[in-house]
């Protein structure tokens, strides 16, 4: 089993920029790709940004040039950096962890964090 625990939510205002991190541990031999979500209530988990093992990435086009997605397999760690943050970025945002070497829809993760809000407001 691999476990995933966000940090670095919290609130900020529009323009304003955070940092998510997130630290796998377990069985982390098993994790091929990575990636991060958001999920507002009532609507479907949406990907923001995702990459491989080695440092391939796609991004959501509603954060392509705001969002950067990172990791470092030393550390066990992916990153979001999200900058010029927007009202419509808030949500909860979930890491998630996959055998696969590639994976855009959430159906292919196998493996979930709890979430982190992230709340965008003046």
């Known amino acids: 089993q691999v476990q995933l625990v966000e940090s670095g939510g919290g609130l900020v205002q529009p323009g304003g920029s955070l940092r998510l991190s997130c630290a796998a541990s377990?069985?982390?031999?098993?994790?091929?790709?990575m990636g991060w979500y958001r999920q507002a209530p009532g609507k479907e988990r949406e990907l923001v940004a995702a990459i491989t093992r080695g440092g391939s990435t796609v991004y959501a086009d509603s954060v392509k040039g705001r969002f950067s997605i990172s990791r470092s397999n030393a550390k066990n760690t992916v990153y979001l950096q999200m900058n010029t943050l927007r009202p419509e970025d808030t949500d909860v945002y979930y890491c998630a962890a996959t055998k696969k070497s590639q994976a855009t829809k959430a159906e292919l993760y196998d493996y979930w964090g709890q979430g982190t809000q992230v709340t965008v407001s003046s």
């Open positions: 377990g069985s982390i031999f098993s994790i091929n790709a």
